[in-house]
């Protein structure tokens, strides 16, 4: 293990990064908790980028994958298997409005990949719209889909037709405003920049409810409500990546619940199998009913991760875990929100549930990815895992399993405090920074 960070250097193409200075190997986990190679324990708040919804080790989704491991692992979806057909209606059961059809395949990739060509088969139209800061995947359409030029492998996927309008980032509003005086500008800007950077004709918005990967940038409440209407009008429909924020997340089962509006298409991976690889793509009948191929997935649908996903959903559901996220999540805020008075450098605390960012700063909002990095280091050496994130790497990203418990909460809100105060000591001059921080209505 001792050299485990050369052999991955020569090995491993360099554009695999890993957070911490010291290699961190990880080989176990146990609900909120994971060990490292020296035997050293973690609490884990990010749990493999949001994935591990429902804890680590959970015996219900080990008991079921153990049980299909045994039946059949894999056939492919030119065969039909239970596993799937129960998944795909669960899926439609439980998801909005009148979707009600699904293509699996194994990544959040894949399911956006297969959205954009769902709906440029159903509308006939091309032209894709995406949000600046968002993160879609890294096959070249993804990449092209990608609203951060430093997830585009240098330049992949931009000569699609795929245009970003505006985000909806209240803390750093390009228009100037603030959340009480807010008139959705961003997304009314949408018209204009669909008559003027596009054909007019569009397939498809794509757009997270709460950015992920973009530092879990949280838009007003009715900014879905204004956008999609102006998208419907050119022809589009609305693909909802609910990747990281779907499956209890946020405190409501999908994150474009708290947005009031109800998508064409929905994409999932991540969460949704609790770490097994998994990508899905929703849709309603009539979309669906355009999507004729023939298309195949070879392990899209394998029985184990279909296994897994329904293991998970049901955890989700018996063990009240959407209603523990937004409680726990509360508590998380408040938290996070007295860390900040106490610290301004931490000069945003945005997000829902039991997903909130914080993000760094120096004066005049000058993002601080250095401080962030630091934060980051300073949490793993006291035993915290949390992410980074954000167009600036400005962000941190708190997500634990649904699962957390309040005392886990409060320790880690502890283990927080103590890394910003050594942050604040290596950095005398951010003192006297004042309060930047916004309120979220
Ligand atoms: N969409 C979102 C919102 C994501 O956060 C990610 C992964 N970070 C993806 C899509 C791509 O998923 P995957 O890495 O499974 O391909």
């Not at 692992?73 to 669960?90: G, N, Q, R």
């Amino acid at each position: 293990m001792a050299n485990i960070k050369d052999r991955q250097k020569r090995y491993l193409v360099p554009g695999v990064t890993t957070y911490y200075e010291k290699p961190l190997v990880l080989v176990k986990g146990d609900g909120r908790r994971v060990t490292d190679a020296t035997g050293r324990t973690y609490l884990d708040f990010f749990g493999g980028i949001l994935t591990v919804s429902v804890g680590h080790a959970h015996p219900a989704i080990a008991a079921a994958v153990t049980d299909q491991v045994n039946q059949l692992v894999h056939t492919s979806t030119l065969y039909i298997t239970e596993p799937m057909v129960d998944l795909a209606e669960k899926l439609a059961e439980i998801t909005p409005g009148d979707l009600e059809q699904s293509f699996f395949t194994t990544s959040g990739t894949e399911a956006n990949e297969t959205a954009v060509a769902m709906a440029q088969l159903a509308t006939g139209h091309q032209d894709v719209l995406a949000l600046r800061h968002s993160y879609s995947g890294r096959s070249q359409a993804a990449m092209g889909l990608t609203g951060q030029s430093a997830w585009k492998l240098g330049g992949a996927g931009m000569a699609l037709p795929i245009r970003h309008t505006q985000n909806a980032y209240c803390y750093r509003c390009p228009f100037g405003k603030t959340p009480d005086r807010c008139g959705l500008e961003c997304a009314r800007d949408a018209e204009a920049f669909i008559r003027t950077a596009t054909s007019g004709r569009l397939a498809a918005l794509i757009a997270e409810p709460i950015q992920g990967v973009g530092g879990f940038i949280t838009p007003p409440p009715a900014f879905f409500q204004e956008l999609v209407p102006i998208v419907r009008k050119f022809g589009g429909l609305f693909i909802d990546d609910e990747v990281q924020t779907g499956f209890g997340r946020t405190g409501k089962r999908f994150g474009i619940e708290h947005y009031g509006v109800v998508p064409d298409i929905m994409t999932f991976a991540k969460g949704l199998a609790n770490g097994l690889p998994i990508g899905a793509t929703v849709t309603t009948a009539a979309i669906g009913a355009r999507y004729t191929g023939p298309t195949i997935s070879t392990f899209g649908g394998n029985p184990l991760s279909m296994r897994a996903a329904l293991a998970t959903l049901n955890v989700i559901e018996t063990e009240n875990l959407t209603e523990n996220a937004r409680v726990t999540g509360l508590l998380l805020r408040e938290g996070l929100e007295e860390l900040s008075d106490r610290y301004p450098a931490i000069g945003d605390v945005r997000g829902l549930g039991l997903m909130q960012g914080l993000e760094w700063v120096r004066h005049d909002k000058t993002p601080a990815p250095d401080l962030a990095a630091e934060f980051l280091e300073a949490t793993g050496e006291l035993g915290l895992l949390v992410g980074k994130g954000g167009l600036y790497g400005n962000v941190i990203r708190i997500a634990p399993p649904l699962t957390v418990t309040v005392s886990e909460v409060r320790e880690a809100l502890e283990l927080m405090n103590q890394a910003t105060a050594l942050v604040y000591a290596h950095h005398p001059e951010l003192q006297d920074i004042p309060s930047t921080r916004i309120h979220y209505v």
